[in-house]
């Protein structure tokens, strides 16, 4: 199989192995820095088929089903596992026990194992509210008790040089308790117009005649929250009972919402600019945009989602922006690793517990935990 063209830097020696790898994004910024992957691990065939064809490798599928203990020595555990609520009924023998029948249960029994010097996890921001946060909760015990310093933080990948306000729950841990300081946001000014294509015509993104109406409507009224026309809709539908209403955002975005006063107007649509940034993309939802009346293009989505020029997507539109959707934004997961391999580096011994202290737009809560502060 010919592999896209790539330049690599130099081995550091260090290994590491990409759990849940979906289309590799860990595995991008670990290798640009040059760490080697020496196990990956993904239970979806189509994703299993674009990491092979950019990695020349094709990772082994369901995690539940690997000894953890045939798996090769590594430094690096990285994983971006599913958000999945725990058990609480019955009597508990430990955190295995409450963490059964979960992926994070695969994590914890494979860093039990093989005892790797650091890890990096990768979720959605609910995770922290997930379950009244009794989900963060035991996975922040999980972690302690074996033996690792643990650091987490939500960041928005805005503020790394992406147009995408998608925030993330990261966490970092170390087998030494070692200083660790998360990454300086770069380029936190980007645009749509930064990575769309202006001059792009493909008739398959356009957007339908209906969305195209409603927008023209919006433009053509003088008023700032404009009312539409629901009498398409059920009358004992939120939308015929209460209504469609359009309103544009000083951050240049269109967005559409059902008027229920009761549940503070249900966001209905929403559609971007080049003057924007765009929401999280997620599996099932791909950007509009209103001035140039499309879809973001599968080329578009990549770099919404900082993959490099050389990634080969799945050849099929549908699939390549599913797996888009549900990748990390590489440009965080790149700088993130840097502050890790530099911290593993230095090992400078964490001090006595500090509270209270802001340090580069992040605030200390407590020794192990941080949390992004707006700037």
């Excluded at 023209?216 to 398409?232: A, G, T």
């Amino acid at each position: 199989m010919k592999l896209p063209k790539r330049t690599l830097p130099s081995p550091n020696g260090l290994k590491f192995i990409d759990l849940f790898c979906g289309i590799g994004g860990f595995r991008i910024a670990f290798e640009d820095l040059g760490c080697e992957c020496v196990f990956s691990s993904d239970n979806n065939p189509q994703c299993q088929k674009t990491y092979q064809r950019n990695y020349g490798e094709l990772p082994t599928g369901d995690i539940t089903k690997v000894d953890e203990n045939e798996l090769p020595d590594f430094d690096i555990l990285c994983a971006g596992f599913p958000c999945q609520p725990f058990s609480y009924a019955g009597e508990k023998k430990g955190f295995e026990d409450e963490t059964r029948g979960t992926l994070f249960f695969d994590v914890v029994r494979i860093l039990k194992a093989k005892r790797p010097k650091m890890f990096f996890l990768e979720n959605v921001k609910g995770l922290k509210s997930h379950d009244e946060g009794k989900t963060l909760k035991i996975i922040n015990e999980n972690l302690k008790a074996l033996g690792y310093t643990v650091y987490e933080c939500v960041i928005n990948s805005h503020d790394f040089g992406v147009p995408q306000a998608r925030e993330r729950w990261y966490a970092v841990g170390f087998l030494k308790s070692i200083k660790f300081e998360w990454p300086k946001p770069v380029n936190p000014d980007t645009t749509l117009a930064d990575i769309v294509d202006i001059n792009l015509d493909d008739p398959k993104l356009a957007l339908t005649d209906f969305e195209l109406q409603r927008i023209i409507e919006h433009f053509s009224s003088s008023d700032i929250r404009v009312k539409h026309d629901n009498e398409k809709y059920k009358a004992n539908t939120k939308k015929g009972k209460w209504g469609i209403y359009s309103y544009f955002k000083p951050d240049g975005t269109l967005r559409f919402h059902v008027g229920d006063p009761a549940k503070t107007q249900i966001q209905e649509a929403y559609y971007c600019s080049i003057h924007s940034v765009a929401p999280a993309i997620i599996a099932a939802r791909r950007p509009k945009l209103w001035d140039l009346k499309r879809y973001l293009s599968v080329d578009e989505c990549r770099k919404l989602q900082g993959f490099p020029d050389w990634f080969i997507p799945d050849p099929s539109s549908q699939a390549a922006y599913h797996q888009f959707g549900n990748s990390v934004a590489v440009p965080v997961i790149s700088a993130i690793a840097k502050a890790m391999l530099q911290a593993d580096k230095k090992a400078i011994p964490l001090e006595q517990p500090q509270t209270e202290i802001d340090c580069n737009h992040y605030k200390v809560v407590n020794t192990v935990t941080y949390v992004l502060e707006p700037f």
